[in-house]
């Protein structure tokens, strides 16, 4: 079959090391985009290519980070640490560095060599990334653990990985692992953050020479390992990545001068962020080692309590922020829900609708196929923004411009009212396999619906059964193995297999279909991608979570988990008291409010591949029932057999 190139195809090996391609920047400050090398089987684009913006690394380590940037500009507060009472203390560039070398020092003194495995067990807190950048300055390898993970699913990382010292932030969060301590004859070394530890490996390291941290970086390079990353397990036991130090440069390098109204863009302040999600997690870790790359001032959430993030935002005041699709939905949810409870609920409708046509004319003008918002448009968003599109920023702290969106697709009609409301959404597609973004939203060339172009550097390519395949310099090395003696590559021949389904549209942009693993085949033999379905209707306000259900069955049916904030509302508006979710399953009222909701989404797909029937499951998906993972996955299997009965009851006799 004949192959068609719109330009040169990418050759598959690496640029040269000392091959920087040249950069022209137009007159925002930004570096002229070049838009992606695309090849063509049968008029379909089966693979996409952007060149890197920045040329990779030769030499050195993320553990040069910190020590660059103070000698630098010693004075720059790179990172804020939120104090006991609230309030926030500025770390500057020097003193950042000062404390990653004491804590380097530190775990010099207590025998740590090079290579040596050291595990984080802590929310998203400030020694967090001390502690990262501490154990890569001392040569070591760093292992994030979610400290929501139970003692068995600790130990198996634990042993996997051959971990050595573990840090917890409590002393209650190492006293869990008590039993499972046993059958982990590595780990010689447990710390607690709570407990004064870091603080303790500081002065253990006053006798230690800085020039023994010299040293020890000065031997690390783009290829030695620098952390192993565990997966979430959805389809079954966690698996190791091994990422390097070239890993996380090539990534973040090339995001960072891609998004540079992110992370350079000065209007209104220096650039600064509250990371909130978790940093065992690559997303939130790539993202804060961006920050300390760009110098960009990094705060730390601990606490996703509503009442404590608003706070926080209120008080840090951050210009960009990382979320995942769920939070942004809720934001939107919550500020409709608002404007109802108001009496306002009608203009919120006319504001939301104002704010996606505004956006959706913007990004035409920018793609050259429209002339941009109209007089019009431009002044019914000026009314609205004072009276709902500040009050929505305001709730993100007041300075928010960017947000950076992964970890599923978000719907078109929720980033295109932030867009329209002034917060810039930036969409992103990776794996922990991909050190974080393999694909991004490009600034100044939105295109809603997909997840944006190649980030710099990487190649996209689309297989025969729709999966996609990538290939750059953030692409790990491997899967680690113990028993075949460390990393096992996993790209032999230059590409990664996803797992995930995609298209590419016809410049480039990559949309997400769905996941192999996760295709439904009816008895019918018809194949049912679950995610449109699913992320449409998840977006609903009285939703939380949809699971599409249908392999080997006549047709589809779905459990759905109610969102009981936007069932309390709903049932409020209409003078009815709000009452436990169990209470609920059966409500007619709530029910037809579902159906109609169903009936919308069936508009996507064909009749094989609709929703025939769906069940109201009496309790929501979390992470400590199981059926969520920490970053909140859906657990599909373990949701099937525990509801096995549910989804019987789905292909009985029809509901009278």
């Given at each position: 079959m004949p192959i068609s190139y719109s330009s040169p195809s990418p050759s598959p090996s690496h640029p040269g090391r000392n091959s920087a391609p040249s950069l022209e920047y137009d007159p925002d400050g930004g570096p002229v985009l070049v838009p992606p090398e695309l090849r063509r089987l049968d008029g379909e684009v089966r693979e996409a290519a952007v060149p890197p913006l920045v040329p990779p690394v030769s030499h050195g380590s993320l553990a040069d980070l910190p020590f660059e940037n103070a000698g630098a500009d010693p004075a720059h507060r790179v990172l804020s640490r939120r104090m006991a009472d609230g309030s926030w203390q500025d770390v500057t560039a020097a003193e950042f560095a000062a404390q990653v070398l004491a804590v380097a020092k530190g775990l010099i003194a207590e025998g740590l060599v090079p290579g040596d495995r050291l595990a984080v067990m802590a929310r998203t807190c400030y020694e967090w990334t001390l502690l990262d950048f501490a154990a890569w300055a001392a040569g070591l390898v760093t292992v994030p653990l979610y400290p929501t993970s139970s003692a068995f699913q600790a130990r198996q990382i634990l042993q996997d990985s051959g971990t050595v010292a573990l840090v917890t932030e409590t002393a209650a969060q190492a006293g869990t692992l008590g039993p499972e301590l046993g059958r982990l004859p590595d780990l010689r070394h447990l710390w607690a953050i709570d407990q004064g530890h870091v603080q303790r490996l500081v002065e253990l390291g006053a006798h230690v020479p800085d020039q023994e941290v010299a040293v020890r970086r000065g031997v690390l390079g783009p290829d030695t390992l620098a952390t192993l990353v565990y997966t979430s397990g959805t389809t079954g036991r966690p698996k190791g990545c091994a990422l390097t130090h070239g890993n996380f440069l090539a990534e973040v390098d090339n995001a960072v001068e891609l998004l540079y109204p992110v992370f350079k863009e000065k209007v209104g302040g220096e650039p600064s962020t509250l990371l909130f999600l978790p940093l065992s997690h690559v997303f939130g870790r790539m993202v804060a080692v961006a920050c300390v790359r760009a110098r960009v001032r990094l705060g730390h959430a601990p606490s996703l309590k509503a009442e404590d993030l608003l706070a926080d935002l209120a008080a840090f005041k951050p210009s960009f922020l990382l979320a995942i699709p769920y939070m942004l939905e809720k934001v939107y949810d919550n500020a409709r829900a608002t404007a109802e409870r108001g009496g306002k609920g009608a203009a919120f409708e006319r504001a939301a609708g104002t704010a996606r046509r505004y956006a959706e004319a913007a990004e035409a003008a920018r793609h050259g196929t429209g002339s941009g918002p109209g007089a019009a448009l431009k002044a019914s968003r000026a009314l609205y923004d004072p009276l709902v599109y500040r009050r929505v920023r305001n709730a993100l702290g007041g300075r928010v411009r960017h947000v950076i969106c992964g970890g599923s697709p978000l719907g078109r009609d929720v980033a295109a009212f932030f867009a329209g409301a002034g917060i810039a959404v930036y969409e992103g597609y990776g794996l922990t396999e991909t050190t974080g973004a393999a694909t991004v939203t490009p600034p100044l060339k939105p295109r809603l619906g997909t997840v944006g172009w190649p980030l710099p550097g990487t190649r996209v390519r689309i297989a025969a059964d729709?999966?996609?395949?990538?290939?750059?310099?953030?692409?790990?090395?491997?899967?680690?193995?113990?028993?075949?003696?460390?990393?096992?590559?996993?790209?032999?021949?230059?590409?990664?297999?996803?797992?995930?389904?995609?298209?590419?549209?016809?410049?480039?942009?990559?949309?997400?279909?769905?996941?192999?693993?996760?295709?439904?085949?009816?008895?019918?033999?018809?194949?049912?991608?679950?995610?449109?379905?699913?992320?449409?209707?998840?977006?609903?306000?009285?939703?939380?979570?949809?699971?599409?259900?249908?392999?080997?069955?006549?047709?589809?049916?779905?459990?759905?988990?109610?969102?009981?904030?936007?069932?309390?509302?709903?049932?409020r508006m209409n003078g009815r008291h709000p009452v436990p979710a169990e209470l609920l399953v059966d409500d007619e009222e709530l029910r037809q409010v579902l159906q109609r909701a169903v009936d919308e989404a069936n508009r996507l797909v064909s009749r094989p591949e609709s929703i025939r029937r769906f069940a109201v499951l009496p309790a929501d998906f979390t992470e400590f029932s199981g059926h969520l993972t920490p970053s909140m996955k859906l657990r599909r299997q373990t949701i099937l057999r525990d509801f096995s009965d549910v989804v019987e009851g789905l292909y009985g006799p029809a509901r009278m």
């Open positions: 729709g999966e996609i395949l990538l290939a750059g310099g953030q692409v790990f090395r491997g899967y680690w193995d113990p028993a075949a003696g460390g990393v096992v590559p996993a790209t032999p021949d230059g590409w990664f297999p996803t797992g995930d389904l995609g298209r590419l549209d016809d410049d480039g942009y990559l949309v997400i279909t769905g996941r192999k693993k996760e295709i439904l085949i009816t008895a019918g033999g018809k194949n049912v991608a679950p995610a449109p379905l699913e992320h449409y209707l998840r977006s609903h306000p009285l939703i939380s979570h949809c699971v599409l259900v249908g392999d080997r069955r006549p047709y589809i049916t779905a459990l759905i988990t109610l969102d009981m904030d936007g069932v309390t509302h709903w049932r």
